[in-house]
Each structure stands twice: as structure tokens, then as C-alpha cells.
């Protein structure tokens, strides 16, 4: 007995997720990628392993965190009453902001190489030719750090559709709020629900691939015409 | 802080890691002056200096406007310097078009003054003959092309001056030859002053007019190419290929025997060849070591050039086999030098004095890459 309208609401609750979270993090993501790539800060590096340690930390200690921060005795639950709610975590909105720190290193360090990869030649170039440095950072920067943001967006998208431990602890389990594919899984296994578990897991097995798949298609041809 | 428009004028100092750098120099904003000196010499750090890529401490006036004034707090970033620079690599856009390449400084120049300045795409295009370039990717150019195409880009961006980075050191012999009467076309049709980094002395007897010399970090001469070349206290001189360049005019062609005879100021030489038209500006290049001396003109001699001249200096240390020799040539009206390099056996045999009339014996004048530079003339 399958409940279309069931399954169908986690796997639109995690794409809305995984876009406003992807276009957010190439927002926030390319300055941090761009001060990091140009930046002769000595602290420089320090930023970096910040920005990197969602990578290595467990996820549920990330969202432990979160949890303190957003909850009602944190910042969040001094923020939220402003419109009228209790509390930030068990949210959508939460779930967002939890979902940009986690994949922020899979969006900031392919920019950052990209960035990196380009030297300062070009935009040098471009100085000598009456850019300013805004322009030259648009229309040189920008263009030839491609490959980066989009090698950046895809692993941003694809990290965001899998996370699981940041979701369970700042998240719960709110259908149509919060309850995404990965909660949604989890939870058709507990109740033995085989059939719809079936169904999302080799739905993910198969999106995963396909991502995996367009990204390397992607950057071959990007590579090509650039030789 | 007074300024003379029409000249070019630097001083820069400053600390580099643990290279120290203290170059001035004053140079006519007009023609090409090259900055000579070995590799690792500063001249690069110079020219990204007054491209403003490079901050050093001190003053950069290009014809009047003042660039960088350290003392008045002045420093113009390089987006706001009119200077049209090319690279050792061409550093072509890879993402734009070689037409996009050639009009992202135009357009940028269009936007902030409203106007259209500098030379047109059109005219630009048939001086570095790129004209089949403009809708290939940049990827598909030779070097050659690549960094014609990169001079073309610079030009177009209006600028006061153009700075050139040894822009022929990352390509081949051929690739250079190809290059070199494209640049020396800049230097004949375009009113725009070069500053031109070198450290291939061929490259600078071909197109500078006026030479800045550098060593470590210093400036040790600037002034005419020819006079630096005869300046007895320079490197140049002592060096074994030891050459002098004149500037000359084709006077008449020989037919016959296909000979060419140039005026120089104090002399007319002849060279094999038919080179051009009578009035045509030809540069002429003499070794010293094709140079020797006699007291009284040879009358049964093979060679052409026999020119009477009179002794200025004689240079060169005691216990070295050879010395230089530098002349005026002619009567002295104008004083148009070369050098010869002779024996200190020959000196003292036949016992010549500065002040001393002579006749030079010239074994070859070379025209410094004139048919070159005809050839490309004629494609035009």
C-alpha cells in the first residue's frame, strides 16, 4: 500500500533544501573561496581549516552545536520570537542553516582552487587594460573559475541531498518541515516499511550516480575547450 | 614639483626580499628605449613598477602626468595608468574570442571617458597583420600570433606609453624573426613612446634609440644607443662582440652591382644588396672587430668602406692582446663614433695617438634587419 503523496514530500523537501542551500553557499562560498585563494593573511590558513572541519567532524557533533545555538536558551531562541516562533532548530530555516555550514567545504575549496589555479597573471593583464578590480574579478576571475563552481554546485547539491546526522539533530522528523529523504529512509526501515524504503534508496542510488556521472562528462568538456 | 612634458622620467627605490633596488633614469617620451642588463637586474621589477603591478618608493612621470609621487602621497593603481603592457607570455583571455581579447581594454577606455580614443580596431589589426585571427579562440594561436595579438590588445587600450617584458624571450629563433619587423613597424609608424625590457643585445641594436643600462638593481647609463655603445666606461664596449649602430638614409642604389649606399652623419657607406629607396632610413650595425685602422688609404684593397676618421680614445687595460679603439667619423662636424678593436701589438707598432687621422677599414656593415622589415613594409 504505497502512499504516493508520502513519498513524494520528503524527496521535495530535500531538492528545495539542496537548492536554496547550493545557491546560497556559491553566494557565501565565493568570497571566503576568492579571500582565501588571494588573501597573504597569515591567519589565512586557520579560516581555511574552519571552513574545512565540517569534513572531518561527526556530523551529530556539528549538530549538537547547532542545537545550543539555535534552540530556545540559545541565540536562535532570542532571534525567533521576532516572528512570532520559539525556537530556530526544528525548522526549515534551521535545517538551512545547518545544511551550509556542513557542505560549505565541498563549495568553498573547489572555488578556491579554481581561484588559485588562475595566478595573477590575468588579472594583471586585465589592470593593465583599464579594469578595475571589481570588473577584472567579473570578467576574468569569474569566468575562468568555471569549472570550479560548478565542480562546487554539484558537490554543494549532492552532499546537501545525503546529510543525515546534522538533519537528525537540529531537524527531527516533521513532515513537510523537516522530514527529508535521508530522515524519510531511516524511518520506512524502523517501521520495516521495505517497499517505500526500497523505492528512495535506489531512487538515491541512482541520483547519485547520475550526478557523479554529469559532473566528470562536465568538467571533461570544460577541459577540452579550454586546450 | 616641476616636470618637462616629452620625457619619461624615473626613480624608484626600494627592498625586495633581499634584492635592493635603486633605479633613475630620464628618457625622451619618444621612440624606443630599452632596458638592457642581465637577467635578474631589476628591469622587470622597473616596468611593473610603472605599470603600477610593483610598489617601490619614489616618482613615475610619463610625459607630464605624474603617476606615482611618493613624497606627495601620490600612487595611481594600475587600472587608472595609461600603459599598454605586454608580457613574456601573451596572457591572452582564454575565455574571449582574439577579437574580445583585442577590444577588452577599447572598450573599458570607451566607458570611462565616453569618447572613443586611440588608434581604431581596423588600423591595428593590418599593422600586426591578425586580421584572419579575429574569430579564433585564442587556444588555436601560434606564439607568434598569440603575442601579436597580445601587442594589439595593449595598443588599443589608448595607452601613453607601451611597456613590452622581453616579449620575444619565451619564443623560438624563427618565432622571433617573425616578430621583430612587426615591432620594428611599431617603432616607424606609431608616434607611441616603448619602453622595451631586453636582455638579448640584438633584440636592443634593432629597435631601441635610446638605452638604459642596468646592473644589479642600479642604473648605470642611460643616454643614446650610440653613445652608450662607445662609452668607454661601459660594459658594452669591452664586451668581444663590441658593435655600434647608426642610424643612416639609402642614397642611391647601384644596379649593377647591386649595391646599396647609405649616408651616416660623417660618412657614406655601401653595403651588398638592394635595400630599399633612396630617402628610405635604413639602421646600419658595425662590429669593432670588423674594424681595422690604417695610416694612408689603402688603394689596392677589396674592401668597400674606407672611411677617414679620427682617433678619440684608445681603451682597453696593459696586459690585455687587444684594445679598443673609438673614432669619429669624418671631419668631426657631428661626431658620428664607432669603435675598432685592433692589437696592442698594431697600437704600438704603428704607434697611434688620440687625435691621430686614420683610415678605418670597415670589413662589414650590417644592415640591422632591414630586408625584414622591407618585406613586412610591402605586405602592407
Not at chain 1, 572541519?53 to 539555535?70: A, E, I, W
Not at chain 2, 626613480?11 to 637577467?39: I, K, M, N, Q
Request: with cysteine.
Amino acid at each position: 500500500m504505497l502512499d504516493a503523496q508520502q513519498l513524494w514530500s520528503p524527496i521535495c523537501l530535500t531538492l528545495e533544501l539542496a537548492v536554496i542551500t547550493t545557491v546560497l553557499l556559491l553566494v557565501v562560498g565565493t568570497p571566503i573561496g576568492w579571500w582565501l585563494a588571494r588573501s597573504r593573511a597569515r591567519w589565512k590558513e586557520a579560516m581555511a581549516a574552519v571552513v574545512a572541519m565540517p569534513l572531518v567532524l561527526p556530523p551529530t557533533v556539528l549538530g549538537f552545536y547547532l542545537l545550543l545555538l539555535l534552540g530556545p536558551n540559545g541565540p536562535g531562541g532570542w532571534v525567533a520570537p521576532l516572528w512570532g516562533a520559539r525556537t530556530v532548530a526544528f525548522t526549515f530555516e534551521g535545517l538551512v542553516l545547518g545544511s551550509v555550514l556542513y557542505s560549505m567545504p565541498f563549495v568553498v575549496q573547489p572555488i578556491r582552487n579554481a581561484f588559485e589555479a588562475i595566478g595573477d597573471r590575468p588579472l594583471e593583464v586585465a589592470a593593465t587594460l583599464r579594469a578595475s578590480p571589481m570588473d577584472a574579478f567579473w570578467s576574468v576571475a569569474v569566468p575562468l573559475a568555471r569549472p570550479g563552481f560548478l565542480t562546487g554546485a554539484v558537490l554543494g547539491f549532492a552532499h546537501t541531498v545525503g546529510e543525515f546526522g546534522v538533519v537528525l539533530m537540529i531537524g527531527g522528523n516533521i513532515p513537510n518541515e523537516t522530514k527529508v529523504l535521508s530522515v524519510a529512509i531511516y524511518d520506512y526501515v524502523e517501521t520495516q516499511q521495505w517497499t517505500e524504503a526500497h523505492i528512495l534508496a535506489g531512487g538515491m542510488v541512482v541520483f547519485s550516480f547520475l550526478v557523479i556521472l554529469a559532473m566528470f562528462t562536465l568538467e571533461k568538456r570544460i577541459g577540452r575547450s579550454r586546450r | 614639483m616641476t616636470s618637462d612634458a616629452g620625457a619619461i622620467s624615473v626613480s624608484l627605490s626600494g627592498v625586495l626580499g633581499d634584492f635592493s633596488l635603486s633605479a633613475a633614469f630620464d628618457v625622451p617620451a619618444r621612440g624606443v628605449t630599452s632596458l638592457f642588463g642581465s637577467s635578474g637586474c631589476g628591469k622587470t621589477t622597473v616596468l611593473r613598477c610603472l605599470a603600477g603591478l610593483q610598489r617601490l618608493s619614489g616618482r613615475v612621470i610619463i610625459d607630464g602626468e605624474v603617476w606615482q609621487d611618493s613624497e606627495a602621497g601620490i600612487f595611481l593603481p594600475p587600472h587608472e595608468r595609461h600603459t599598454g603592457y605586454v608580457f613574456q607570455e601573451a596572457s591572452l583571455f582564454p575565455h574571449l574570442s582574439v577579437k574580445n581579447n583585442l577590444l577588452y581594454g577599447a572598450r573599458r577606455v570607451r566607458q570611462s571617458s565616453g569618447r572613443h580614443e586611440g588608434p581604431d580596431l581596423d588600423g591595428v589589426v593590418d599593422l600586426l597583420g591578425i586580421r584572419h585571427l579575429l574569430d579564433r579562440a585564442t587556444t588555436t594561436l601560434s606564439g607568434g600570433e598569440r603575442q601579436r595579438v597580445a601587442v594589439g590588445r595593449a595598443l588599443l587600450s589608448a595607452p601613453r606609453v607601451l611597456l613590452m617584458d622581453e616579449p620575444l624571450s619565451a619564443l623560438d629563433r624563427m618565432t622571433k624573426d617573425e616578430l621583430l619587423p612587426y615591432f620594428e613597424r611599431l617603432h616607424e609608424q606609431l608616434s607611441l613612446p616603448i619602453l622595451y625590457v631586453s636582455h638579448d643585445l640584438a633584440e636592443v641594436e634593432r629597435l631601441a634609440d635610446t638605452l638604459v643600462l642596468m646592473q644589479n638593481g642600479r642604473v648605470i647609463a642611460s643616454g643614446a644607443l650610440g653613445e652608450l655603445q662607445t662609452d668607454p666606461s661601459l660594459p658594452l664596449l669591452s664586451a668581444p662582440e663590441a658593435t655600434v649602430v647608426l642610424e643612416g638614409r639609402v642614397e642611391s642604389i647601384d644596379d649593377r652591382y647591386a649595391l646599396t649606399t647609405l649616408t651616416v652623419p660623417g660618412a657614406r657607406l655601401t653595403v651588398p644588396g638592394r635595400h630599399g629607396a633612396a630617402g628610405d632610413k635604413r639602421r646600419l650595425s658595425i662590429a669593432a672587430s670588423d674594424v681595422s685602422l690604417a695610416r694612408s688609404a689603402p688603394t689596392d684593397s677589396t674592401i668597400l668602406n674606407c672611411l677617414p676618421a679620427r682617433i678619440v680614445s684608445i681603451e682597453g687595460r696593459e696586459d690585455t692582446p687587444q684594445v679598443s679603439v673609438i673614432l669619429a667619423l669624418g671631419d668631426g662636424a657631428r661626431d658620428n663614433r664607432i669603435a675598432a678593436r685592433i692589437t696592442r701589438k698594431s697600437l704600438e707598432h704603428l704607434n697611434f695617438r688620440p687625435g691621430d687621422h686614420v683610415f678605418a677599414q670597415i670589413k662589414s656593415v650590417a644592415l640591422v634587419a632591414a630586408r625584414a622589415a622591407s618585406d613586412a613594409a610591402e605586405q602592407v
